[in-house]
């Protein structure tokens, strides 16, 4: 049973660039939430996809932008990059949409690099 | 608003040791979830406990054992003979009833020396 993968694992942008990032969710799930996790500090809620649609939103500006698929993959993108964008960006999945009471699993994370 | 304090920054112990991990939080949710997360340096976070906010029941798992006091807004957990495996960023989480997303505590780096 394959787990919360995520793609690609480390990669490295220019600041003004686009980046997009993506997640497959653990089999049988259907809902994803994103995190950005900054160095030393813990993981900070992005949004949550469910149905195809974004439930909720962190404090987050309109340049994290996210889509959620038929087949309940995610992509989190993010336009006009920063060098405060440099993170580790976690995915999460879950089931049945309120994520925030189940039992999450997340990836392995993509490590954004900014320069 | 919903906060997670995690006030140790760093923990070092030596093997064997007991070690115990705080964590204080705030809410305003009446029904709540609290969690534990163990993240080792491949970075990927590995779920360790699940509470809501009507079983203040403690819980022991092998080592791990967790003790949630809704009085003073903690939920702090302990290791048992610490082992080098178990070296790692540990972090507390709250999610309320109602809200669809975790608030995580900014984690404790725990090093077990052999």
Do not use: M
């Not at chain 2, 203040?56 to 903690?74: A, D, H, L, M, V």
């Not at chain 2, 975790?102 to 404790?108: N, S």
């Amino acid at each position: 049973d394959a787990g919360v993968t995520q793609s690609p694992t480390h990669l490295i942008k220019t600041r003004g660039q686009q980046v997009t990032l993506r997640c497959s969710p653990k089999s049988g799930h259907d809902t994803v939430s994103w995190y950005q996790q900054a160095l030393g500090q813990g993981p900070q809620f992005i949004f949550q996809y469910y149905e195809e649609e974004e439930r909720q939103r962190g404090n987050f500006p309109d340049r994290f932008s996210g889509h959620q698929f038929p087949n309940y993959s995610s992509e989190l993108n993010v336009n006009a990059l920063l060098l405060g964008d440099s993170a580790l960006y976690l995915c999460a999945s879950s089931k049945g949409g309120l994520a925030g009471i189940n039992e999450q699993y997340f990836g392995p994370g993509t490590r954004l690099t900014v320069t | 608003a919903q906060k997670v304090t995690q006030a140790q920054t760093e923990i070092s112990v030596v093997e064997k040791e007991d070690v115990t991990l705080d964590c204080v939080y705030e809410t305003r949710d009446t029904t709540y979830y609290l969690f534990w997360y163990k993240q080792p340096p491949s970075g990927e976070l590995v779920f360790l406990i699940r509470r809501n906010s009507f079983d203040e029941q403690n819980e022991i798992s092998g080592r791990y054992s967790w003790n949630f006091q809704k009085s003073t807004s903690s939920f702090n957990f302990t290791i048992t003979a610490s082992q080098v495996v178990d070296s790692a960023v540990y972090f507390c989480a709250l999610s309320g009833g109602s809200n669809y997303k975790l608030t995580f505590g900014k984690g404790t780096l725990l090093t077990v020396n052999p």
